[in-house]
């Protein structure tokens, strides 16, 4: 493949993450702009990229490939100083923002014949930021999305996915329309009600001060995802408002039908009700229907002293046996362990299980 000149316009952890891994698996020239000097310093002095630039347009001109990695209303403002930058040559430019119709729209409009847009949204992220928090593998496996407009032919669209396969991505092409509704459904809505079971327990807070003690466990881990960044979320609801919305509407009225079931004590309705989410749930990491990852996990007694955790993992290891994730659960809620390991494959998992048993853990699948 032809050697580009690629563009990365944004090094925050996405942005970074892109550069990283284009530079590892590649031989693209990479270019670096961000207008945080400190930020093109750390990527320079840590082999990130090859050149850096504080001036957008400047930087522009040298590319065949453009990716804009900045916060949605920022993506925006971006691709409209596109128009201005008199390209000698046809330009392939994507974005990374997490809401296509607004950038798409934004990009649609742009008079620069030079331009071949091609929206982007790379499905994975971290609660850290920043171009320190930036991983070569932090797509590995995940979705990435290409919304591909009129102006780009499908040659556009296989350049820019050659250069992006340093991501090792699972690439879809999709619709902004669809995209915004689905990750909406998946994504963007959940942050709301992680947001609003939040709020929900703080108001419960004033009536029982030991409530946050008991915050643990399952409300952690449905809330989490309230923790993340509050202006790049706000961001994302405004350019998905409609969408927002509507599910809203739509989460009313389901909230309105559950909450009838529980006061008519409908028992077989709401058994339907939750069997029917958990069998849905379940089947999400089955045969590659989805991206949620299909982790395989065994939960472990262990005891609360040093080396504890260190013996499982030398256990495992000693059996060579993978470990992708280990957790330490924070209660003990209704489980019989404090350890949650997750392996790649179900053979892994009952294998650890059955190597932990012998061992004298006691242990359980968890599915």
Do not use: C
């Not at 971006?78 to 119709?101: C, H, M, N, Q």
């Not at 690439?171 to 509704?181: A, C, G, I, P, T």
């Not at 299909?294 to 993992?313: K, N, R």
Request: proline share 2%; charged share 25%; no cysteine.
């Amino acid at each position: 493949m032809k050697k580009q000149q690629v563009l990365i316009a944004g090094l925050g952890l996405i942005g970074g993450s892109i550069a990283k891994a284009i530079r590892k698996e590649s031989e693209h020239y990479i270019i670096g702009f961000d207008v945080n000097e400190n930020t093109l310093h750390f990527a320079s002095n840590h082999g990130i990229i090859d050149e850096a630039f504080t001036t957008f347009e400047e930087a522009a001109l040298k590319a065949d490939i453009i990716i804009i990695s900045a916060p949605i209303s920022e993506t925006i403002q971006l691709v409209s100083r596109l128009d201005d930058i008199p390209f000698e040559k046809d330009v392939i430019v994507s974005d990374t923002a997490s809401v296509k119709g607004s950038v798409l729209i934004a990009a649609n409009g742009l008079s620069n014949k030079a331009i071949r847009f091609i929206g982007g949204h790379p499905m994975a992220g971290s609660h850290k930021k920043g171009i320190e928090a930036a991983k070569e593998h932090l797509f590995e496996n995940a979705i990435y999305v290409l919304s591909p407009l009129d102006n780009a032919t499908e040659e556009n669209v296989d350049t820019l996915r050659d250069v992006l396969s340093a991501t090792k991505s699972n690439f879809v092409v999709l619709q902004s329309d669809e995209h915004d509704e689905m990750t909406g459904v998946i994504s963007h809505f959940p942050h709301l009600i992680a947001s609003s079971l939040v709020h929900q327990a703080r108001k419960w807070e004033k009536k029982h001060s030991y409530l946050p003690k008991l915050a643990a466990g399952g409300f952690r881990d449905i809330t989490r995802i309230a923790s993340s960044n509050p202006v790049m979320w706000q961001d994302i609801f405004y350019h998905n408002q409609s969408k927002m919305s509507a599910m809203l509407d739509d989460w009313i009225v389901e909230m309105e039908q559950l909450k009838k079931l529980i006061e008519d004590n409908e028992k077989e309705e709401v058994i339907t009700y939750l069997d029917s989410a958990k069998n849905y749930r379940d089947g999400l990491n089955e045969g590659g229907r989805g991206a949620i990852p299909a982790f395989y996990d065994v939960i472990v007694d262990i005891a609360d002293q040093p080396g504890a955790i260190a013996e499982v993992a030398l256990i495992l290891a000693n059996a060579s046996l993978s470990i992708k994730n280990i957790e330490i659960l924070e209660v003990r809620e209704g489980i019989t362990g404090a350890l949650r390991l997750s392996f790649y494959t179900k053979e892994a998992q009952e294998a650890g299980q059955k190597i932990l048993k012998q061992r004298g853990f006691e242990t359980m699948i968890q599915s």
